[in-house]
């Protein structure tokens, strides 16, 4: 039997799994639902998803929309008779008819072992967290946010040098061949799905503005997760001379005698720039100064020259 899939996707990690279901031979992408075009780059020419992208040259039928509750939208969705609804990356809480828009419902590929990291950002909780285990679920969607019931999982070990976007892109690779095998297995009907348990559950809702800012009076520890978990986009972020500064890469320096008030630049070389924090020092490895490219911190030291006890933040 050939599964007709509509595929609901907006983000770079929604690709994987889309491109595994391509290359299945026994599911049919019978409809593609992303979000518009906007403007990107330098001159903010309207840039399509990457979800767009790859439908556009493989020639599925392809709906831009900003959501599936306007009724054009959701007619589309239902005129292409799917027989299940995957959602990868989405970002919207679907209506009761989106869910049941095929007879096998809707099943959500999330990235974290549920109900661990229910939420919009569970890459960047699990590294916030200091976790040393994530993975991804396959689930089937209810009408709550992530807590339908689980049809599989995948564990995935978080390895000391990982950012959100190694993660990610790991995390989207895995779990594409694990949806692939829930959907092959969907008409024989022995997709085990059992319940979560809400007394576990843990929340990643999505990071603002705010959350980017560095706090140099945490230990180093925290500060380093804080910079993988944001990184390489959007960037943690903390200030050099009142300008910002990206911190893209960085790790925790165990030298005792390098020490100072939080902030302080205490120490540079050719692996990077020291600065002193609430417990311990966090050595800069990649930085992007303001209307720069990211570059070795090393490199950003050289042509910052830093006078005295210079502070970031």
Request: no cysteine; aromatic share 4%.
């Amino acid at each position: 039997m050939t599964i007709r899939v509509a595929f609901l996707g907006n983000d770079r990690w929604s690709v994987p799994p889309l491109e595994a279901i391509i290359g299945e031979p026994d599911l049919e992408p019978v409809l593609v639902v992303t979000n518009p075009a906007k403007p990107a780059g330098r001159g903010s020419h309207p840039t399509a998803t990457a979800v767009a992208e790859v439908a556009a040259r493989a020639q599925l039928p392809l709906l831009e929309t900003q959501g599936l509750r306007a009724p054009s939208s959701l007619e589309t969705l239902l005129a292409a008779t799917p027989d299940v609804v995957v959602v990868v990356a989405y970002g919207e809480i679907l209506q009761r008819e989106t869910l049941e828009a095929g007879p096998f419902g809707a099943l959500n590929l999330h990235f974290s072992l549920l109900p661990r990291w229910r939420g919009a950002a569970p890459v960047q909780h699990a590294l916030l967290a200091g976790d040393e285990v994530t993975g991804v679920t396959v689930m089937r969607m209810d009408e709550g946010l992530d807590t339908g019931p689980i049809l599989n999982q995948l564990e995935e070990q978080i390895r000391p040098e990982d950012d959100a976007g190694s993660l990610g892109a790991r995390l989207a690779h895995n779990g594409g061949m694990l949806l692939v095998g829930v959907l092959r297995m969907l008409p024989t009907g022995t997709v085990p799905a059992r319940p979560q348990d809400d007394r576990l559950a843990t929340w990643a809702p999505r990071l603002l503005a705010a959350d980017r800012v560095l706090e140099w009076s945490l230990p180093a520890d925290a500060i380093v997760r804080r910079i993988r978990a944001l990184a390489p986009d959007p960037g943690a972020t903390t200030t050099f001379r009142d300008e910002p500064l990206k911190v893209l890469v960085a790790g925790v320096d165990h030298d005792p005698s390098r020490r100072g008030t939080p902030g302080t630049v205490v120490g540079t070389d050719h692996r990077g720039v020291l600065v002193a924090s609430g417990e311990g020092g966090v050595r800069l490895v990649e930085v992007a100064p303001a209307g720069r490219k990211r570059m070795p911190a090393s490199a950003w030291a050289r042509g910052a020259r830093f006078a005295g006890d210079e502070r970031l933040g």
